[in-house]
């Protein structure tokens, strides 16, 4: 018995030994629940953008809620969607503010300011802009209006970054006339020109052309029975002591049974004095021009406004310029016919006012149909103001024989040439 428990202790003593030289277990401890604000990343860094400076010359004021205010706002977009993007601009940039002062020397100081893209927005920079181009090759440079890099026009020059971009504003004008045929009660529509060069004689013919087809093919009119006449007040702004007053003009028109006014000019006095007429008992309505929100000057009379959408055509080529792909280029821009008035795509367009009619409204909406479908009022047979022929029966013009058209069309009052 002794030998049996003194083996069994031997047992036991081994298995304690045994036990103890085994490794401890390892500490099992819950990970902490991590919340996901608690997990702080690190800021990824976003590189600025390259700064872009273009240079903008624009000959009236920058809010004259006409042509510069549309492009000074096309300058706005640029910088709205093109990363690094900043516009400088002079305004006023016209003979009568800056006597002594060229357009072209005023772009030499943007250019001193850091300036890559220099644009001219008037056909009156015209010859600046050519000056300015050939004493810096090596600048982009864009002339709104003007025919300089044109191949096939007049006047070409070869200039190796020197562009040339204007919207197909004959349809604006078109749809101008159309609704002013719509509305008028008189039968007679007053057009306040500007001063008279190729531009603006084609422009004015537009309006025309457009007026005419409407008077017959939607007011049911003999278009023999409509009067249309221009007065051209010597520039595109009223310049006092140098121009003819527009306010004046515009009320001569009112008073002499004119109860439309298309405008043709910069500014908005047409619409104003249209307004002011209304007031007094008058049928009155007017068409003003250039600027999307014209109508602002006067709703209760504007029929709606052929307008000018520089943003797209501003931004492109100053993408090309940051690029280093500008090149020399001239367009002629027509409107986006899926959306005329769609901002990021139509370089023209036009923005329906209160004074037209649910009735006229309608009927514009079928000649804008018409145009985008291929309806070109620029068919023969027409003839010039002196009745000399300008396009034979079923004859279709040419784009230098519509740019360059040398008279206004016959039917129509007004000089056709400056004395």
Same mark, same amino acid.
């Given at each position: 018995?002794?030998?049996?428990?003194?083996?069994?202790?031997?047992?036991?003593?081994?298995?304690?030994?045994?036990?103890?030289?085994?490794?401890?277990?390892?500490?099992?401890?819950?990970?902490?629940?991590? #919340? /996901?604000?608690?997990?702080?990343?690190?800021?990824?860094?976003?590189?600025?953008?390259?700064?872009?400076?273009?240079?903008?010359?624009?000959?009236?004021?920058?809010?004259?809620?006409?042509?510069?205010?549309?492009?000074?706002?096309?300058?706005?977009?640029?910088?709205?969607?093109?990363?690094?993007?900043?516009?400088?601009?002079?305004? %006023?940039?016209?003979?009568?503010?800056? $006597?002594?002062?060229?357009?072209?020397?005023?772009?030499?100081?943007?250019?001193? %300011?850091?300036?890559?893209?220099? +644009?001219?927005?008037?056909?009156?920079? %015209?010859? #600046? =802009?050519?000056?300015?181009?050939?004493?810096?090759?090596?600048?982009?440079?864009?002339?709104?209006?003007?025919?300089?890099?044109?191949?096939? *026009?007049?006047?070409?020059?070869?200039?190796?970054?020197?562009?040339?971009?204007? *919207?197909?504003?004959?349809?604006?004008?078109?749809?101008?006339?159309?609704?002013?045929?719509?509305?008028?009660?008189?039968?007679?529509?007053?057009?306040? *020109?500007?001063?008279?060069?190729?531009?603006?004689?084609?422009?004015?013919?537009?309006?025309?052309?457009?007026?005419?087809?409407?008077?017959?093919?939607?007011?049911? %009119?003999?278009?023999?029975?409509?009067?249309?006449?221009?007065?051209? +007040?010597?520039?595109?702004?009223? +310049?006092?002591?140098?121009?003819?007053?527009?306010?004046?003009?515009?009320?001569?028109?009112?008073?002499?049974?004119?109860?439309?006014? +298309?405008?043709?000019?910069?500014?908005?006095?047409?619409?104003?004095?249209?307004?002011?007429?209304?007031? =007094? *008992?008058?049928?009155?309505?007017?068409? /003003?021009?250039?600027?999307v929100a014209a109508c602002e000057e006067g709703k209760e009379v504007c029929l709606g406004v052929p307008y000018f959408n520089w943003g797209p055509v501003y931004l492109k080529q100053a993408q090309a310029t940051k690029d280093g792909t500008f090149a020399s280029y001239f367009e002629w821009?027509?409107?986006?016919?899926?959306?005329?008035?769609?901002?990021?795509?139509? $370089?023209?367009?036009?923005?329906?006012?209160?004074?037209?009619?649910?009735?006229?409204? =309608?009927?514009?909406?079928?000649?804008?149909?018409?145009?985008?479908?291929?309806?070109?009022?620029?068919?023969?047979?027409?003839?010039?103001?002196?009745?000399?022929?300008?396009?034979?029966?079923?004859?279709?013009?040419?784009?230098?024989?519509?740019?360059?058209?040398?008279?206004?069309?016959?039917?129509?009052?007004?000089?056709?040439?400056?004395?």
């Amino acid at each position: 018995m002794k030998r049996l428990w003194l083996f069994v202790s031997l047992l036991v003593l081994a298995a304690m030994l045994l036990a103890a030289c085994q490794p401890a277990a390892p500490e099992v401890t819950e990970a902490p629940e991590v #919340s /996901p604000t608690d997990v702080v990343a690190e800021p990824t860094a976003v590189p600025e953008a390259e700064e872009f400076i273009f240079g903008m010359l624009l000959v009236g004021p920058y809010n004259d809620h006409g042509y510069s205010q549309a492009h000074y706002e096309g300058g706005l977009y640029v910088e709205e969607n093109l990363p690094g993007a900043k516009m400088i601009y002079i305004d %006023k940039v016209n003979s009568a503010d800056r $006597p002594g002062t060229t357009p072209a020397q005023l772009a030499e100081d943007l250019v001193s %300011k850091g300036a890559q893209l220099i +644009i001219f927005n008037s056909d009156d920079m %015209k010859d #600046s =802009a050519v000056e300015f181009a050939q004493a810096h090759p090596d600048v982009p440079t864009i002339h709104a209006s003007g025919d300089t890099s044109w191949t096939d *026009g007049k006047n070409y020059i070869d200039l190796p970054l020197f562009g040339n971009s204007f *919207g197909r504003m004959e349809y604006g004008k078109m749809i101008a006339g159309c609704s002013a045929a719509l509305t008028t009660q008189s039968g007679q529509i007053g057009y306040l *020109g500007p001063l008279i060069n190729d531009e603006t004689r084609r422009l004015a013919s537009s309006a025309y052309l457009g007026a005419k087809y409407c008077y017959e093919k939607y007011a049911g %009119k003999d278009p023999a029975d409509l009067s249309f006449k221009v007065t051209w +007040i010597g520039f595109w702004f009223n +310049i006092p002591g140098f121009t003819s007053d527009p306010t004046q003009v515009a009320d001569d028109f009112l008073n002499s049974g004119y109860d439309v006014i +298309i405008s043709g000019i910069d500014t908005t006095e047409g619409l104003v004095q249209a307004g002011k007429a209304r007031e =007094a *008992g008058k049928d009155a309505w007017s068409v /003003p021009y250039d600027y999307v929100a014209a109508c602002e000057e006067g709703k209760e009379v504007c029929l709606g406004v052929p307008y000018f959408n520089w943003g797209p055509v501003y931004l492109k080529q100053a993408q090309a310029t940051k690029d280093g792909t500008f090149a020399s280029y001239f367009e002629w821009l027509a409107p986006d016919w899926t959306d005329i008035n769609n901002h990021d795509t139509s $370089p023209v367009g036009f923005m329906k006012g209160e004074g037209l009619s649910e009735e006229a409204s =309608a009927s514009l909406e079928l000649f804008v149909a018409e145009l985008a479908g291929g309806l070109n009022l620029w068919t023969g047979p027409l003839n010039l103001q002196d009745g000399s022929a300008y396009l034979a029966e079923g004859e279709v013009a040419t784009d230098v024989q519509v740019w360059y058209l040398p008279q206004l069309l016959e039917g129509m009052e007004g000089q056709s040439v400056s004395e």
